[in-house]
């Protein structure tokens, strides 16, 4: 049984999780592995669950907080008709 390297807690299905530079990880749970290998925003902090928006070496998790970091070329939204 493993034990979780964020909660310590120890649980038959923990997983394993190695990271493209090849650390290795247990987590009991993806909250927990969220906690200790998701990037953080730039801008205001938040843990980046989704794809994000990297700018550089920059990762925002959201095109207005890159645009408040000054990256100005990045969109939520494609641009679409307005609906009448």
Same mark, same amino acid.
């Given at each position: 049984?493993?034990?979780?390297? %964020?909660?310590?807690?120890?649980?038959?299905? @923990? *997983?394993?999780?190695?990271?493209?530079?090849?650390?290795?990880?247990? *987590?009991? +749970? *993806?909250?927990? @592995? =969220?906690?200790?290998?998701?990037?953080?925003?730039?801008?205001?902090?938040?843990?980046?669950?989704?794809?994000? %928006? /990297?700018?550089?070496?920059? =990762? *925002?998790?959201?095109?207005?907080? @890159? /645009?408040? +970091?000054?990256?100005?070329?990045? +969109?939520?939204?494609?641009?679409?008709?307005?609906?009448?």
């Amino acid at each position: 049984m493993n034990r979780c390297d %964020v909660c310590g807690n120890e649980y038959q299905d @923990a *997983f394993t999780l190695r990271t493209a530079g090849g650390q290795e990880y247990h *987590f009991d +749970s *993806f909250e927990c @592995a =969220i906690h200790r290998v998701a990037p953080e925003c730039a801008h205001c902090g938040c843990k980046v669950i989704g794809h994000g %928006v /990297q700018a550089g070496d920059r =990762i *925002f998790c959201c095109a207005h907080c @890159a /645009q408040e +970091s000054g990256v100005g070329t990045v +969109s939520d939204n494609a641009a679409h008709p307005t609906m009448a």
